[in-house]
């Protein structure tokens, strides 16, 4: 029972050290962290969102800009 409670213990206590060493780990690399992120292209968070006007009746050029894919893989899609 006592050794039981002693490796509870040690356990918890290691925990602790690790959170410790995680936290001041974080603290050191949080300018490179937010380097990177400004390094990356602004299109890489926008999702690839279409801004622009749409016809009355969606066309396959518009169906493919809101989808994101090429237009010639609608086409191709069709005639399978």
């Known amino acids: 029972m006592a050794s039981t409670v002693v490796a509870v213990g040690l ?13 001041q780990a974080m603290k050191h690399m949080e300018p490179q962290v937010k380097q990177v ?8 968070f926008s999702g690839g969102y279409y801004r622009g006007g749409f016809e009355p009746k ?10 994101g894919v090429r237009r010639i893989s609608l086409y191709s899609s069709q005639n399978q």
């Open 11 to 23: 356990t918890i206590a290691a925990a602790g050290f690790a959170g410790r060493y995680a936290l």
């Open 58 to 67: 969606m066309t396959k050029r518009e169906a493919a800009l809101i989808l």
């Open 37 to 44: 992120f400004q390094s990356l292209p602004k299109s890489a």
